[in-house]
Nanobody, 127 residues
């Protein structure tokens, strides 16, 4: 049984930082491309960042470039999202996702290719 469990969300002031973690089990983590998505109230789920299986390649949604960093530790079966300079518009539920798709393409910036999802962790940025 595949499980993705996010943690690290919370309430933070604008300009502050948070680090989200996603612990994976039940799958061969090092074979999966991983991503973070988010969903704000009343909005559709949107892509935030993705990281290649090896960790050597990353992609980001434009609004988080330079502020967020995705990383992974294949020895710990964990993917991280370091979020700096947080803004009120970053308020959302953040979801971790895993895909068995081995090809690294821009399609990974959409939800379609992802096979497994976590339950989400709330991030609230107060202004």
């Amino acid at each position: 049984q595949v499980q993705l469990v996010e943690s690290g969300g919370g309430l933070v002031q604008a300009g502050g930082s948070l680090t989200l973690s996603c612990a994976a089990s039940g799958l061969t983590f090092s074979s999966c491309n991983m991503a973070w998505f988010r969903q704000a109230p009343g909005k559709e789920r949107e892509f935030v960042a993705a990281i290649r299986r090896s960790g050597g390649t990353t992609i980001y949604e434009d609004s988080v470039k330079g502020r967020f960093t995705i990383s992974r530790d294949n020895a710990k079966n964990t993917v991280y999202l370091q979020m700096n300079s947080l803004k009120s518009e970053d308020t959302a539920i953040y979801y971790c996702a895993a895909t068995l798709q081995m090809v690294w393409t821009t399609s990974l910036m959409s939800a379609g290719p992802y096979d497994y999802w976590g339950q989400g962790t709330q991030v609230t940025v107060s202004s």
